[in-house]
């Protein structure tokens, strides 16, 4: 049971708490709208839902100043919502309107926002390991403390320019976190017949890279890690691997049935690992917030969501013009 000695012992106080579980729940619903709307044939393309991550990235962004870069891979409307992008914009763009963050031309996979440093979405797996690093080179250039943190997951890790990436940011000392969001099947496949390592990463130690496996549906213990690899990187010491054991709820894609893994499996994650449902205990147990203030957060983070879907179905398509902006030739 949680107690107040538990929260004191872990240095995290009652707003703090409330905070994570908002934007925990945000996401959450958020995606479980966007589930719907892509179910409506009103979101076109890839969909790659984060539900059951959302601790990894909330807890990160605990850590973060302004200046902190983040850049990651396909299943990316957690992370745009943890560092403070409009959902009206995210849904829009979800939707391919015109009100969106890439005008509607981007989609699920390919949105920015240079306003909160969100350097994507990207499709191919792994790509933007060395961008991530680029970004953190920037930095190390210009002299100043930011740190990039660039997410990558279980099946990315086994890609080639991952490890030409740690060597050149090891070898350059750039702040770069490399945040493996180790959700067990990459896009299908257990990690125990894809891989003969222990970890994923313990494979740093080969480019002197220091790194941890973290408990990645506790989102204190998400932020306690990450506020050990932030003082790492801005203190000039280089990168830092972060391995965080999640797990999604829902298949790889929209289009994936997830027939890999028992439905007993992940109702026993559910019941027994999800972290926001951990938040929810620690509060309410250790006599924070009562069960009719935390019903009161989910309504608003609904009408918040709802508001997004309207929006976003109120929105213009983008104009045939857009067709020739955003283009080299």
């Given at each position: 049971?949680?107690?107040?000695?538990?929260?004191?012992?872990?240095?995290?106080?009652?707003?703090?708490?409330?905070?994570?579980?908002?934007?925990?729940?945000?996401?959450?619903?958020f995606e479980e709208k966007a589930g719907?709307?892509?179910?409506?044939?009103?979101?076109?393309?890839?969909?790659?839902?984060?539900?059951?991550?959302?601790?990894?990235?909330?807890?990160?962004?605990?850590?973060?100043?302004?200046?902190?870069?983040?850049?990651?891979?396909?299943?990316?409307?957690?992370?745009?919502?943890?560092?403070?992008?409009?959902?009206?914009?995210?849904?829009?763009?979800?939707?391919?309107?015109?009100?969106?963050?890439?005008?509607?031309?981007?989609?699920?996979?390919?949105?920015?926002?240079?306003?909160?440093?969100?350097?994507?979405?990207?499709?191919?797996?792994?790509?933007?390991?060395?961008?991530?690093?680029?970004?953190?080179?920037?930095?190390?250039?210009?002299?100043?403390?930011?740190?990039?943190?660039?997410?990558?997951?279980?099946?990315?890790?086994?890609?080639?320019?991952?490890?030409?990436?740690?060597?050149?940011?090891?070898?350059?000392?750039?702040?770069?976190i490399f945040v493996i969001e180790n959700?067990?099947?990459?896009?299908?496949?257990?990690?125990?017949?894809?891989?003969?390592?222990?970890?994923?990463?313990?494979?740093?130690?080969?480019?002197?890279?220091?790194?941890?496996?973290?408990?990645?549906?506790?989102?204190?213990?998400?932020?306690?890690?990450?506020?050990?690899?932030?003082?790492?990187?801005?203190?000039?010491?280089?990168?830092?691997?972060?391995?965080?054991?999640?797990?999604?709820?829902?298949?790889?894609?929209?289009?994936?049935?997830?027939?890999?893994?028992?439905?007993?499996?992940?109702?026993?994650?559910?019941?027994?690992?999800?972290?926001?449902?951990?938040?929810?205990?620690?509060?309410?147990?250790?006599?924070?917030?009562?069960?009719?203030?935390?019903?009161?957060?989910?309504?608003?983070?609904?009408?918040?969501?709802?508001e997004a879907a309207e929006f976003a179905?109120?929105?213009?398509?983008?104009?045939?013009?857009?067709?020739?902006?955003?283009?080299?030739?």
């Amino acid at each position: 049971m949680a107690t107040k000695k538990t929260l004191e012992k872990s240095n995290i106080s009652k707003n703090d708490l409330l905070q994570y579980y908002r934007e925990m729940l945000l996401i959450r619903r958020f995606e479980e709208k966007a589930g719907q709307l892509y179910g409506m044939g009103l979101i076109g393309g890839f969909c790659h839902l984060y539900i059951g991550q959302e601790a990894v990235v909330v807890g990160l962004e605990a850590c973060t100043k302004e200046g902190d870069k983040r850049i990651t891979s396909y299943r990316d409307h957690g992370h745009m919502l943890a560092c403070g992008m409009d959902p009206k914009g995210v849904m829009a763009e979800l939707t391919g309107r015109a009100g969106g963050y890439s005008r509607g031309k981007g989609g699920s996979m390919h949105m920015f926002s240079r306003e909160k440093h969100f350097y994507g979405g990207h499709g191919i797996v792994g790509a933007q390991v060395p961008l991530g690093a680029g970004l953190a080179f920037s930095d190390w250039y210009k002299g100043n403390d930011n740190v990039s943190f660039t997410y990558f997951g279980d099946g990315a890790a086994n890609q080639g320019q991952v490890y030409e990436t740690y060597n050149m940011a090891e070898l350059w000392n750039l702040p770069v976190i490399f945040v493996i969001e180790n959700n067990g099947y990459a896009m299908g496949t257990s990690i125990k017949r894809s891989t003969k390592s222990v970890t994923f990463f313990g494979r740093g130690a080969a480019y002197g890279i220091p790194g941890e496996q973290v408990d990645g549906m506790d989102v204190m213990a998400v932020k306690a890690a990450g506020e050990k690899a932030v003082a790492h990187c801005r203190a000039g010491k280089g990168p830092y691997i972060l391995e965080m054991m999640t797990y999604r709820y829902r298949g790889h894609s929209m289009s994936d049935p997830a027939k890999y893994r028992t439905r007993e499996e992940v109702e026993k994650i559910k019941s027994e690992k999800d972290c926001i449902e951990h938040v929810r205990d620690l509060l309410t147990q250790g006599g924070l917030a009562s069960d009719e203030e935390l019903k009161a957060i989910d309504k608003s983070i609904k009408e918040i969501v709802n508001e997004a879907a309207e929006f976003a179905k109120d929105s213009p398509e983008p104009d045939l013009s857009e067709l020739f902006t955003d283009i080299y030739v």
